[in-house]
T-cell receptor
Framework: DAKTTQPNSMESNEEEPVHLPCNHS???????IHWYRQLPSQGPEYVIH???SNVNNRMASLAIAEDRKSSTLILHRATLRDAAVYYC??????????FGTGTRLTVIP | DVKVTQSSRYLVKRTGEKVFLECVQD?????MFWYRQDPGLGLRLIYF???????EKGDIPEGYSVSREKKERFSLILESASTNQTSMYLC???????????FGPGTRLTVL
């Protein structure tokens, strides 16, 4: 499985944008970039995914570097409910998801 | 709303006991998964199933077995529980193998 590298933790002030980075220098041409998050005492939940182009949905935006060796999950306006562990995952086709240890996001009121 | 439920949030068992963890999804999904989550190790896939009565080993199947007799239900079985199986167990389902996965709330199992 291609691996990703994320910072262990990040902090953000409430109502400010948050940029969560992910490095994936060994990504292959068929790997999709997926993001999940896990709120305290809950199972992970899907956030967003993309292949080459930037993607937006109601939860977040995903910015993918031109060489695809890195990506950034953008939360446009952090709330206290966004405090969670965020996982960046590479996935090829029907291969299984590989969850690393993720980035723990703390949102400061 | 999409829903994956797990039979227990917390479970305490003794070494050597047979343990059943149940997972039910109401989305008519073909694929179901069992993971365990341990501090510093992230989520690790134990088994998954892509159809009724079908199963495949994940990354850490040793000490576990699974059963899928009905589409909506996927059971994880610890034939003889050991203390190193103390963990958080998470069930997930997806419509297709490469679609987003929907997770249950997890079962925290303690083996004494």
């Amino acid at each position: 499985d291609a691996k990703t590298t994320q910072p262990n933790s990040m902090e953000s002030n409430e109502e400010e944008p948050v940029h969560l980075p992910c490095n994936h220098s060994t990504i292959s041409g068929t790997d999709y970039i997926h993001w999940y998050r896990q709120l305290p005492s809950q199972g992970p939940e899907y956030v967003i995914h993309g292949l080459t182009s930037n993607v937006n949905n109601r939860m977040a935006s995903l910015a993918i570097a031109e060489d695809r060796k890195s990506s950034t999950l953008i939360l446009h306006r952090a709330t206290l409910r966004d405090a969670a562990v965020y996982y960046c995952i590479l996935r090829t086709g029907a291969n299984n998801l590989f969850f690393g240890t993720g980035t723990r996001l703390t949102v400061i009121p | 709303d999409v829903k994956v439920t797990q039979s227990s949030r917390y479970l305490v068992k003794r070494t050597g006991e047979k343990v059943f963890l149940e997972c039910v999804q109401d989305m008519d999904h073909e694929n179901m998964f069992w993971y365990r989550q341990d501090p510093g190790l992230g989520l690790r896939l134990i088994y998954f199933s892509y159809d009724v009565k079908m199963k495949e080993k994940g990354d850490i199947p040793e000490g576990y077995s699974v059963s899928r007799e009905k589409k909506e239900r996927f059971s994880l079985i610890l034939e003889s529980a050991s203390t190193n199986q103390t963990s958080m167990y998470l069930c997930a389902s997806s419509f297709l193998r490469y679609n987003e996965q929907f997770f249950g709330p997890g079962t925290r199992l303690t083996v004494l």
